[in-house]
């Protein structure tokens, strides 16, 4: 018996990184998984490696930036597999040629980014909160991200974008959890997505491990991992919470790392 045997599970942003990692090891432990992403060949080729496996996995497309897009996928998930359980808002992303500081960020990429990783979640759950209210529950799963409670250099609407999601997380939580839907978040620091490794360099990525706690930065199974426990009933007293998956890079004062050498 797997740990979401028949659930039926939507996962936007599934055709790489976090969210394919997520869809797969929902599908392994039992869940029927519809894999949603703009890149519908890599979302179809996903779920065809999964029915291969003897899986039960569909894929199709989402443009997250349009609500009729993600209207289209909570609905064919519904047709497809006759209800929803699970909802995993993982679309999200920034652009770090335009999502600057403050005086010199690109105001059109600023409402992008609102709309790419805030709307997208509240029209996500928006969708499927009443096919949950009809099968009496669900759970809903939100990508933050730890920008939500650190700040940075650049990345000014991402990280902002993302403080939203953990504050709407609470209000879907709230709001139904008396229809037994929960809402939680999970905020990952550093995960060495396919996006990650070629865009950042060896020696960034060395800085990255410097600060974590643990020895190593992350890989997506370590938030697949989370999201599966969020999206089973092993998490049902648990509602309106982020899960932190970091490596511990958050939780220590910054200037440890570099102090170390005097306290040694
Ligand atoms: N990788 C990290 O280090 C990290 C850290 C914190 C948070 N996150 C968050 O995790 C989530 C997943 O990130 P990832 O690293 O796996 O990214 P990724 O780039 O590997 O995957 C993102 C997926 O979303 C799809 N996508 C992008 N825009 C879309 C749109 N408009 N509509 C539909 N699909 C779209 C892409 O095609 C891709 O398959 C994002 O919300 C991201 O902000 C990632």
């Known amino acids: 018996m797997g740990r979401v045997e028949n659930k039926v599970a939507l996962v936007t942003g599934a ?25 519908v060949e890599g979302a179809k080729e996903a779920a065809a490696e999964l029915k291969a496996q003897g899986f039960e ?28 359980d699970i909802l995993y808002n993982n679309v999200g992303g920034t652009n770090l040629h335009k999502d600057l500081d403050v005086v010199n960020l690109d105001l059109a990429e600023w409402d992008r980014l609102m709309d790419l990783n805030l709307k997208s979640v509240l029209l996500g759950s928006r969708f499927a909160i009443p096919h949950m209210q009809k099968v009496g529950g669900g ?30 997380t609470k209000y879907i939580a709230k709001q ?10 999970i905020a990952p620091g550093l995960i060495l997505t396919p996006a990650a490794k ?4 060896q020696e960034m990525l060395d800085i990255f491990t410097k600060y974590n706690a643990l ?13 599966v426990y969020l999206a089973s ?13 970091e490596g511990g890079h958050y939780q220590a004062n910054p200037t440890t790392a570099d102090l170390a050498k005097f306290t040694k």
């Open 15 to 39: 055709a790489s990184g976090i969210g394919l990692a997520s869809a797969q090891l929902l599908a392994k432990e039992g869940a029927k998984v519809v894999l949603a992403d703009f890149n």
């Open 57 to 84: 996995a569909e894929g199709v497309f989402l443009n997250a930036l349009e609500e009729q897009s993600i209207k289209d996928a909570v609905e064919y998930t519904v047709d497809t597999y006759g209800k929803l």
């Open 139 to 168: 759970s809903i799963i939100n990508t933050a991200s730890m920008a939500a409670f650190a700040s940075d250099a650049i990345r000014s609407a991402y990280g902002t974008s993302k403080a939203g999601v953990v504050h709407l």
């Open 176 to 185: 139904y959890g008396k229809d037994n839907i929960r809402c939680n978040a």
């Open 198 to 201: 070629n865009s950042l360099p």
């Open 215 to 227: 020895p190593y930065n992350g890989e997506a199974n370590d938030i697949g991992y989370g999201v």
């Open 233 to 245: 009933d092993e998490s049902k007293f648990m509602t309106g919470q982020t899960l932190e998956i």
